[in-house]
């Protein structure tokens, strides 16, 4: 593309953003995260008014799409410069198959697929995000972008953010987050804030010191967050050859992934990229699932609780997407369920134990999954993908607990070392119970 040609797309678009309540489109060149005119959510308006095929979604040599799992997908995003991006080859993640995944949620064999975001660059999907974030942020100018956090978004911020060269600000729950995010986030230079609450609170305080738009607010009720967050879809999708699953599952907290999910899929619809809707399946902790308990009334009744879960990712009780992930959930006819610590848990160490790993929240799609399964919700012969948002690491507190500290009649898969007396004869009976069993 000419340097002429791209300047006028710049210009001409705007990078328009539309309230999904009153409808108003804004212009997107300043930071916005609520509707000026009633406080609505919003979202990036995308021109899907052209067919798109495969083809037109290729990587192109000599632009950001061509390692960027995310930027490939530019033309279904929001038009950011292309000298403002700021990547790290984030996206590009495996779609695995295993015949223990299927044996697991009762599905056929061949029927589950899970799509590993614990690949990127700091080991979550909020990579996928924050390119577009903090790429827009530069663009526009900002002078500090700032997130709250129950821990990824924070590494994933800090990250682009001095990629950038940019300051960035996080505030986290004191107390609340695991050890190795906090260390990340630190380590990748953000100025990290300990706030005296949970997450629900620390993002309530930054919406107040972000509204004026001095500062930018990073978090997904931000609408650009989302769009980079589409692409997880896209690029399964593309993995599997455009054919649509019947289901795809995800674990949900804030609610923005579920959100961006639900725009991803009517977007790849409306160019003619897939020919049916898969139903999204969102899934989450018993002890912080307010939109679980919105869901099953009905969508009549919203509301907040005080979280508690050992999956701390998701550990949010007044998520700030409700209303966009609603629509989500109504237009893909989908389901939003609750499954219990235990069954988080259990769901993980098996996802460990087959050699893939993930950190706790990941695995509620999993366990979300055999639940509706086992409910008859999901037929046995459904096509499913699981996300898997973050890495093993990510949490190596919640797997000692499990395999070091717990006991094996409640954690069903427990593995803990053994120790020997440095002896022979010990490490050969090691041996023969590792072969025999
Ligand atoms: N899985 C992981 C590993 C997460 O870190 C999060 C959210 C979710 C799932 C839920 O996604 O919020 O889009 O519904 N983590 C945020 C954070 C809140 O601050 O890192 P969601």
Wanted: aromatic residues 6%; glycine residues 8%; contains cysteine.
């Amino acid at each position: 593309m000419s340097s002429l040609a791209h300047a006028d797309r710049d210009t001409r678009r705007e990078l328009p953003v539309r309230c999904m309540a009153c409808g108003t489109v804004h212009s997107g060149t300043r930071p916005i995260t609520a509707c000026p005119d009633c406080g609505g959510l919003l979202d990036a308006v995308i021109d899907t008014d052209q067919a798109l095929t495969p083809a037109d979604l290729a990587p192109r040599p000599g632009t950001p799409g061509a390692t960027s799992g995310v930027w490939r997908f530019a033309a279904l995003l929001p038009a950011i410069p292309e000298r403002d991006i700021i990547t790290r080859w984030e996206g590009n993640t495996p779609l695995y198959a295993d015949e223990r995944l299927a044996a697991y949620t009762g599905l056929d064999d061949g029927q589950v697929r899970v799509k590993h975001e614990g690949h990127n660059p700091t080991g979550s999907f909020k990579d996928r995000g924050m390119t577009v974030a903090v790429s827009h942020a530069k663009a526009i100018g900002s002078a500090l972008v700032a997130c709250a956090s129950t821990g990824n978004t924070s590494a994933s911020l800090a990250s682009y953010a001095s990629a950038a060269g940019m300051p960035s600000l996080v505030l986290i729950p004191e107390g609340k987050i695991s050890a190795g995010k906090l260390a990340q986030t630190i380590a990748l230079g953000a100025r990290v804030v300990q706030v005296e609450g949970d997450f629900d609170v620390a993002l309530r305080l930054l919406r107040e010191l972000t509204a004026d738009g001095s500062v930018y607010l990073a978090n997904s009720v931000n609408p650009f967050r989302p769009e980079g967050q589409k692409t997880i879809v896209f690029e399964l999708l593309d993995q599997l050859g455009w054919n649509a699953p019947d289901v795809i599952a995800l674990p949900g907290g804030n609610l923005g992934n579920t959100s961006a999910f639900g725009k991803a899929l009517s977007e790849a619809y409306q160019v003619g990229l897939i020919d049916r809707l898969p139903r999204l399946a969102t899934i989450q902790a018993a002890g912080a699932a307010p939109f679980a308990a919105y869901y099953a009334s009905g969508f009549d009744h919203y509301e907040p609780v005080q979280a508690e879960t050992l999956a701390t990712a998701i550990k949010i009780g007044d998520p700030a997407s409700v209303e966009r992930a609603r629509r989500s959930i109504e237009q893909t006819s989908g389901w939003v369920t609750s499954v219990t610590d235990a069954e988080i848990m259990d769901a993980k160490a098996w996802i460990d134990r087959i050699g893939i790993g993930c950190e706790p929240a990941s695995a509620a799609s999993l366990a979300g999954v055999r639940k509706l399964v086992a409910d008859g919700e999901i037929a046995r012969d459904a096509t499913v993908v699981c996300v898997l948002t973050g890495n093993v690491l990510k949490d190596t507190d919640a797997i000692t607990a499990y395999h070091l500290d717990g006991t094996p009649d409640v954690n069903r898969y427990a593995n803990p070392p053994v120790s020997i007396p440095a002896t022979m004869d010990a490490l050969r009976r090691v041996v023969d119970d590792a072969i025999h069993g």
